[in-house]
């Protein structure tokens, strides 16, 4: 069992940056393959980005376009989201989730078990 904590979120104008942070309390990030989701008001949750255990199989959701990155950070055991040249896309809770099935993708939700509340991003014009 793992609990995950999302951190970072907040208002930003667009054209600016966050750093989203994921701490696990439990067992430590390092075993699972770990994804960010967000979800608008009104919307369905989508994919952001995926960082595999063991390769570099790194990927993104295509309206990233180069501007976000998933890494994480060792000493800190955190998932982290860099997010830069932010878009003025309103508000949009972003999830952190540790992933335990291997059957529909990394972007699939199903394939993630492991779920934080969410932090709120809000990306001002």
């Known amino acids: 069992q793992v609990r995950l904590v999302e951190s970072g979120g907040g208002p930003v104008q667009a054209g600016g940056s966050l750093k989203l942070s994921c701490a696990a309390s439990?067992?430590?990030?390092?075993?699972?393959?770990m994804a960010w989701f967000r979800q608008a008001p009104g919307k369905e949750r989508e994919f952001v980005a995926y960082?595999?255990?063991?390769?570099?199989?790194?990927s993104y959701a295509d309206f990233v376009k180069g501007r976000f990155t998933i890494f994480r950070d060792s000493a800190r055991d955190t998932l982290d989201l860099q997010m830069d040249n932010l878009e003025p896309e309103g508000t949009d809770d972003y999830y952190c989730?540790?992933?335990?099935?291997?059957?529909?993708?990394?972007?699939?939700?199903?394939?993630?078990?492991?779920w934080g509340k969410g932090t709120q991003v809000t990306v001002h014009a």
């Open positions: 439990g067992r430590g990030l390092s075993i699972y393959s």
């Open positions: 989730a540790a992933r335990v099935h291997y059957d529909r993708g990394e972007s699939s939700q199903d394939e993630y078990r492991f």
């Open positions: 960082l595999p255990v063991r390769t570099s199989k790194i």
